[in-house]
């Protein structure tokens, strides 16, 4: 049998804070609910990392919408998104017009992902917390979607 710290074992704080909640918990609920913390910090790490990686990447520029000339990087930007596995951050570059063309600013990496401008909160996480608003009483959705996903979310962002 694969022990868990053949499968992973990241040497970070965090994660060493996490096993020892873990091996205090006294009822399976509350193993089951520390592991499945486990999983969503692993899952975040692995999404976060992959994000990075592929963020380095050249990008393809296209050009500006107002006078045409080819956009240029204005270097890396930081991104934020609250996802089904948390808060996500990662890099990526960001272009613009070297005209400094109004309304020029391009996110390559962003329309690959199927990120909208402005977007902060993904796509996987919306729809669930509609879907458990329309089938639950409001404050009983708030409740499991915080469960399941590991995050705080206002009974406000759900609601818009
Ligand atoms: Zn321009």
Redesign the pocket.
């Known amino acids: 049998m694969i022990t868990p710290d053949e499968v992973v074992t990241p040497m970070t704080r965090e994660w060493q804070k996490m096993r020892e909640k873990f091996h205090q918990s006294p009822t399976l609920a509350a193993l089951v609910l520390v592991a499945w913390q486990m999983g969503l910090w692993l899952a975040r790490a692995f999404v976060e990392y992959e994000l990075n990686q592929r963020a380095q990447q050249a990008e393809q520029w296209g050009h500006?919408p107002?006078?045409g000339?080819k956009l240029q990087s204005k270097g890396f930007v930081k991104c934020r998104m609250l996802t089904l596995v948390g808060w996500v951050e990662w890099k990526r570059r960001v272009g613009r017009?070297p005209?400094r063309?109004g309304g020029?600013q391009a996110v390559p990496f962003d329309a690959e992902l199927g990120i909208a401008p402005y977007q902060q909160t993904s796509v996987e996480l919306m729809r669930l917390g509609c879907m458990l608003a329309v089938f639950l009483p409001f404050g009983l959705a708030v409740h499991l979607l915080e469960q399941l996903s590991g995050i705080g979310i206002s009974d406000g962002a759900l609601w818009q």
Request: glycine content about 0%; charged content about 10%.
């Open positions: 500006c107002e006078c000339a017009c005209h063309c020029s």
